[in-house]
């Protein structure tokens, strides 16, 4: 309990002062972490902000009562692991370790997580302040030793049209014993620019973070600007992210649907979704004249409105790709061959995908009931939030029905709110960032949670940004999932993950 | 003389009009237009006129991969007869030099995959000769099914004696034959369900994995000697299937055509209704079709 008080309680999308939040000693913190983490605390985000001497590191950690906690303390010299304790800190404090340059203690897996350079340059240091970081893939990967074990590597480039990113098997004949994900071949420096902004090409930036997810990183972002400038976005404007936030959801559900369709051999599954999730992203044009929503969401409201005309057809729209889309996705239940293929493959226990802190359908699907849109709701969501699915399967035929379950979810919620759009205004001038603040957003992208923090300087610059994808949370997922599986399933379960790059990689 | 003519044109033009055929159906069924039909003949032009890439590890057994494995498959066609006409080539005991033909394409189109020293083409090659060691012996099996029935040691003796009246004598041996030499049919020519012609993910694939570091005429060579071998077995299977026999060699000729093109449809249909199986299955499946054949065997022999 008493680790609880540490903790300076908050909501999402609030700010706060810096001097507001308790330093802790570090021994303290890193204790108080591993004690929360089982009390039902979840790591959002942790990071540091390298100094001259040292570093200031930051845990933000997400509760149950809609409550978020934050602390922060001091490491010099090095910084010691808690993965052991703690293993959904795993990534993060690897993160600490290469963008602060801090050496861990005692880390068990201790290796680059991005191959990026430090975020601090230091110039007295010759060699190693110059701006190079360690180049991607190199590296010792962990084997697995016996003459009858071989090694697969695939990637960084791949077959099909997808993003870079090495994976390194150690194979029993067709059995995968172990999967190591190498990334970080995408990195492009996103956390570093950030620093010193906001400037006019970040909502930009933050909108490519992961262009999968424009909406999902876009309406963080601008829920910072306004956290930071205390300003309430328009209820119109809310009910629209909102509606752009699901359609991207939608869309990108669809697009998995059918890609696990195809990935198993079954076309007319693999076709049908590929037209609909067109369609979709069509309807995304509709709303903001892109198809992936880029543009709409500002700091202060949206720069698109919706007038009640197409509202109306949009909602006509949303009626006929229901109609095909629920013909699309009932093929594949009914194919007895496609339901072999998807069930026991790739499967994570409920008890891993707690340890790992994944999020997401990817937690869903393992029977975690976890929702930003419920758990620390934001926008319309405070008032009205669709209803969250849960499949106890975890694996792959888990996550592909939590999908179309979320599809149906998502298109009853975005008929409502075309429906019953509020009156008003949808763009208020976003004042600049107070100075010496933090500020935390969640967001619920259709991945799972998008976490940004936002520290700003005495002048209301950004001191650090920190960007965490929901993918971050969810790579060590899918390496867990191939443990003991097939070689040959291993595209079906990355797949059913469907998992950012360059969301991980920024 | 114009049935030998006409059996050697068909085995050099035909083959990848079956793969457009398969591919223009699975289209149909995915609501799509789909690709031309001649558009495994342009793939084919496409790929001879490009030059070729040999990787510098690579030994002679890489190069002689393709030319061995299409030389074999197309003695291979000389020896099968195409509707009811006697095949160029034709002596007692030729179904054994049919079966090694085949084995002897596959053997090579294996060591190549294996000389690249890629772990992706070891992995198919181990697939491959993993899934055709089940796959084989259906093909023999069948082979003596018919010998024994038709008394003959030909592959044109046993398969001519294929006869309505041999269905109303003999249909319950015929039916597990066909059963499971459609099986193989599908699997060794790389259909859905057993491996998907189409994937791109290195990591599933059995056939198509192995032929990854071929390039330009080499790969040419594979397109049309895997067409080859689907015409082949294909032929072979319609032959048991269907004993059609029409009036005039020409009327035979027209409904074997037909009867192929159907047969292409059939697969095509088969490829979208269904999706893959998980490789650990397909071993019990081809399991399956050895125990239909053998089955048929002891009808027959009993």
């Known amino acids: 309990m008493s680790c609880e008080l540490l903790l300076k309680t908050f909501r999402n999308g609030d700010s706060l002062a810096i001097q507001d939040v308790p330093l802790v000693a570090l021994m303290e913190f890193l204790q108080a972490v591993v004690e929360l983490t089982g009390l039902g605390w979840r790591i959002a985000t942790y990071f540091g902000i390298p100094d001259k001497d040292g570093v200031s590191l930051w845990c933000v950690l997400a509760g149950s009562n809609q409550l978020l906690g934050t602390f922060r303390s001091r490491a010099e010299g090095s910084l010691p692991s808690i993965t052991n304790a703690c293993p959904e800190a795993h990534l993060f404090e690897r993160e600490v370790a290469e963008q602060c340059r801090i050496p861990l203690e005692g880390h068990p897996w201790f290796k680059p997580v991005r191959y990026q350079p430090p975020l601090r340059q230091d110039p007295d240091n010759g060699e190693r302040g110059r701006n190079n970081g360690i180049l991607p893939g190199v590296g010792d990967f962990y084997r697995v030793e016996g003459a009858e074990i071989h090694e697969v590597a695939v990637g960084p480039v791949h077959a099909g049209i997808i993003e870079p990113g090495h994976f390194r098997f150690q194979c029993h004949g067709e059995t995968v014993y172990h999967l190591e994900i190498a990334l970080g071949y995408q990195h492009r420096g996103l956390e570093r620019v950030l620093v010193g902004g906001p400037h006019a090409a970040t909502m930009a930036q933050m909108e490519t973070a992961a262009g999968d997810t424009t909406i999902g990183h876009g309406l963080a972002y601008a829920m910072i600007r306004e956290g930071l400038a205390e300003i309430k976005a328009p209820p119109r404007s809310d009910c629209l992210r909102a509606v752009a936030l699901e359609l991207e959801r939608l869309a990108n559900h669809c697009g998995d649907l059918g890609a696990l369709a195809g990935d198993v051999g079954f076309l007319p599954t693999m076709s049908f979704c590929g037209r609909i999730r067109g369609d979709l992203l069509n309807a995304s044009a509709e709303l903001c004249g892109s198809r992936f929503g880029r543009g709409l969401v500002r700091p202060g409201g949206v720069y698109f409105d919706c007038p009640p005309n197409k509202a109306g057809a949009l909602m006509k729209r949303l009626d006929e790709i229901r109609r095909d889309y629920t013909g699309a996705v009932k093929l594949l239940w009914d194919a007895p061959s496609v339901m072999a293929r998807f069930e026991n493959t790739g499967r994570v226990s409920n008890v891993d995908a707690i340890d790992l802190g994944l999020v997401g359908p990817a937690a869903r699907a393992c029977g975690i009931m976890r929702d930003v849109r419920r758990d620390h709701p934001f926008g319309v969501y405070r008032t009205v939030a669709p209803p969250v699915s849960v499949e106890s399967g975890g694996d792959v035929l888990a996550r592909a029905k939590l999908r179309w379950q979320e599809s149906l979810a998502s298109l009853e919620f975005v008929v409502d709110r075309l429906g019953s759009l509020p009156d008003g205004e949808i763009l208020l001038a976003c004042g600049d960032a107070r100075r010496e603040r933090i500020a935390v957003v969640l967001v619920e992208g259709w991945r799972g949670e998008i976490c940004h923090v936002a520290i700003t300087d005495t002048a209301g610059r950004f001191l650090r940004y920190k960007v965490t994808d929901p993918s971050f949370h969810n790579w060590n997922g899918l390496a867990m999932s191939l443990r003991g599986q097939q070689i040959s399933d291993f595209p079906l379960c990355n797949k059913s993950f469907n998992l950012s790059y360059c969301g991980f990689d920024l | ?302």
């Open chain 2, 1 to 302: 003389m114009a049935d030998i003519l006409i059996h050697c044109m068909l085995i050099i033009l035909m083959p990848p009009l079956l793969f457009g055929v398969i591919n223009r159906t699975k289209a149909a069924f995915a609501g799509r237009s789909g690709a031309p039909l001649l558009q495994p003949y342009y793939d084919l032009f496409r790929l001879l006129r490009k030059g070729s890439v040999f990787s510098r590890t690579a030994t002679w057994v890489f190069r002689a991969g393709p030319v061995v494995a299409l030389a074999a498959t197309l003695a291979a066609a000389l020896l099968i007869p195409l509707g009811n006409h006697r095949p160029p080539l034709s002596f007692n005991g030729d179904m054994i030099l049919f079966v090694y033909l085949l084995a002897l394409g596959r053997f090579f189109t294996a060591t190549a995959a294996l000389d690249t020293g890629s772990s992706f083409e070891g992995m198919g090659a181990a697939r491959e000769v993993t899934f055709s060691c089940l796959a084989e012996p259906v093909i023999c099996i069948a082979l003596l099914v018919l010998s024994r029935l038709s008394g003959q040691l030909s592959l044109y003796g046993i398969l001519a004696h294929s006869s309505i009246t041999l269905w109303m004598t003999s249909g319950a041996a015929l039916i597990l034959l066909v059963a499971g030499l459609f099986l193989v049919l599908l699997s060794e020519n790389c259909r859905i369900p057993f491996d998907d012609p189409t994937t791109h993910l290195e990591l599933t694939m059995i056939h198509e994995v192995m032929v990854l570091d071929h390039s330009g005429p080499a790969f040419g060579m594979i397109l049309y000697g895997a067409a080859l071998k689907l015409f082949i077995l294909g032929a072979l299977f319609l032959n048991v299937l269907l004993p059609l026999r029409a009036a005039s060699p020409l009327l035979d000729w027209l409904v074997f055509l037909m009867s192929m093109i159907l047969l292409a449809v059939t697969v095509g249909i088969v490829e979208s209704c269904m999706a893959r199986y998980r490789l650990v299955r397909v071993p019990q499946i081809l399991l399956a079709a050895c125990v239909l054949s053998a089955f048929a065997m002891l009808l027959v022999v009993r």
